[in-house]
């Protein structure tokens, strides 16, 4: 199983609103910061994915907000793999205050793989060794927080 | 029950990405858009929830993408009340091509309200007129689509 | 001359920030916007640019922001051309609150133009009726507000 | 002299417009990034600032690209002082691309200084030892690149 480290997001003046928080639509983009990263970690990043004319685009967003996060705090983002069937990525996100690994927000994107046509494919059949790297993505979880769900 | 028009909204260069459509963080956006404007449209908008000491985070988010939406585009938005009971509220959007009115991605975003001191409250309680308000919003999607759920 | 009506934008909460006043970088993203509505008024719009293999990339921004704009705000842009020669075009934006007309920001773009091969090119000699399209827009900021300067 | 670290920020999807590039407004929003960041690395950051009851509202914003920034690139974002006489204060920037030192943009914003009444004050008189940390900031680029003007 692959080691994978955090996300780590420092909170920027322009993500937060006049409500002294992180606007909401800040959470959907670390996933995609920590999304981007895990796949870099693995090998495959996005701009490989894009070379080899592979395009993973979002079909579902889900996100809980449990905790506001505040200008001046730096999070944590993790993720893992909740379901995936060489067609059809569900990951999962969990987003940390970094200064004491608190759950501040969860969530799940949901995704399908497009050819260079535009047209689903089967990452399984079309590009395998990519396939084998999602698949020794973790399914819970680990790294950079108290409570691993091991 | 009061007439809601649907908020119009113009796709923007800014708001795409590379793979040449909308970035979906936008799609949460435009929820928001679309919310202030029926608030607007009811008499209760956000300047006025706030001026009130009403705040109302985002405690939730869901986003159905069925269609990519691109620049040069126009949308329309529609939010109808999917649950509330004064303490929490739940929305839920559409977000359709203008063009052809094809529904391209679906929503909800859950809320609650704070009071000045940052604390839950009940709108029914303490803010009754507003309460009122809110439920005299539509309770599914009418105006501005080709397939009003009537 | 072509008659250029402003650009209505009706400032959103997620342009917000902490300082409880639009975060400047939404400025820059409105002169954009203005841009798009008056290419759009003369007929070629950035998809109909890009569809002919027509880039115009930012090269070069300036902003003076007089006053905070707010939520609750509506704000008109308004773009007239200060330098054309068919290779490069520099144009300059007000900022202007609705309600009153006060000029809330000002600013310039400069843009270039590039081809199919991303090579810079003349739009003089290339696109002769885009050229003159051009030249058609406004030398001085006209429409909208209570001060035109003509 | 204090010395500053650069501000790294790895390029993100989000950041990137259907030319293929990172959208023009994000430069400014980088500079935002480093100014928070050198600010932190003094020991005043913007949390810190309005905690006290500071605010420092951009007043003019410039910048020059010479050079696209894309997805899967990093950069490293500089910034010094330009001008600072504790009442106003404008800071410089440079983005370089992390692989090769290349600057891809320059710019600089112009602050003023508000007080918890919102009106201007000046930082020598109102606040020495803030206004003596800022005097300590670099007067030219240092740091990161290999072309540091010394």
């Known amino acids: 199983m692959q080691t994978i480290t955090p996300w780590i997001h420092k909170v920027q003046y322009y993500e937060t609103d ?10 959907i983009r670390w996933f995609e910061e920590c999304r981007v990263h895990i796949l870099d970690e693995i090998g495959y ?7 080899a004319g592979i395009a993973s685009p979002v079909l579902t967003i889900e996100a809980k907000i449990g905790k506001s996060v505040h200008f001046g705090e730096t999070v ?6 909740e379901k995936f069937d060489g067609i059809r990525l ?10 004491d690994d608190v759950v501040c927000c969860t969530g799940k994107t949901g995704h399908c793989f497009l050819g260079a046509d535009g047209r689903p494919i ?15 993505l973790p399914k819970d979880f ?3 927080g108290e409570n691993d769900h091991q």
Chains 1, 2, 3, 4 share one sequence.
């Open 18 to 27: 006049q409500m002294q928080v992180v606007h909401h639509s800040n959470f």
């Open 45 to 51: 990043g996005y701009d490989q994915l894009e070379a």
């Open 76 to 81: 944590k983002i993790r993720a893992a793999i």
């Open 90 to 99: 569900t990951l999962k996100y969990e987003v940390l205050r970094e200064s």
């Open 122 to 136: 089967s990452l399984k059949r079309k590009f395998p060794e990519v396939y084998e790297a999602f698949l020794a």
């Open 142 to 144: 680990v790294g950079g």
